[in-house]
């Protein structure tokens, strides 16, 4: 596909007597490659995996600066697009660990890898000042930006409240079984 614009005349093009002097003006701008139609289609797919994760996504630029989020993360943090993209990730991470993250954050950028943030207990920052326990995966996307990272969130509440529950009703039942058997 050739795209014109005002300018010499198009090549090979014949547009008759009588054609409007503009159309005789075009000269070709460039090419629209099928390769580009395709990476255009494959960002729209990207796009619509993000939007459509059971898990809030955000991606990350190196610096850290928020690049995209889906509605999941906007229902987990209370922000709108508008108010997240451009801003910093450590908006969404609690004051009393963004220090500790800037040192993780240069150390992921060193070995950047798939990875499961667990072994501790992690929690985010909602825009009314709230945290809430989750669960963070990274992974590594390049992209013709630069470097980028995908955080995937969970939001991890009920599980948390299910644990406690489970461990206070284990507690009960071993009090109740210890009273039973002093009888």
């Given at each position: 596909?050739?795209?014109?614009?005002?300018?010499?005349?198009?090549?090979?093009?014949?547009?008759g007597e009588g054609a409007p002097a503009e159309w005789l003006t075009l000269h070709q701008v460039g090419e629209l490659q099928p390769r580009d139609g395709a990476l255009?289609?494959?960002?729209?797919?990207f796009r619509l995996v993000v939007e459509s994760a059971p898990n809030g996504m955000v991606m990350v630029d190196g610096r850290g600066t928020i690049a995209l989020v889906n509605s999941k993360v906007e229902e987990y943090f209370g922000?709108?697009?508008?108010?997240?993209?451009?801003?910093?990730?450590?908006?969404?991470?609690?004051?009393?660990?963004?220090s500790q993250h800037r040192n993780y954050q240069t150390m992921y950028q060193v070995v950047p890898a798939?990875?499961?943030?667990?072994?501790?207990?992690?929690?985010?920052?909602?825009?009314?000042?709230t945290e809430f326990p989750v669960e963070i995966g990274l992974n590594p996307v390049t992209t013709?930006?630069?470097?980028?990272?995908?955080?995937?969130i969970v939001d991890i509440t009920r599980r948390k409240l299910d644990e406690e529950q489970?461990?206070?009703?284990?507690?009960?039942?071993v009090q109740t079984e210890e009273r039973e058997r002093r009888r």
């Open positions: 596909v050739q795209v014109y614009s005002a300018g010499s005349a198009a090549p090979d093009l014949d547009f255009l289609e494959s960002e729209e797919r922000y709108t697009r508008n108010e997240l993209v451009g801003e910093s990730i450590e908006l969404l991470i609690p004051q009393q660990y963004r798939v990875r499961l943030m667990s072994g501790r207990d992690l929690s985010a920052r909602r825009k009314d000042g013709k930006e630069g470097n980028m990272v995908l955080c995937s489970k461990q206070t009703l284990a507690s009960e039942l």
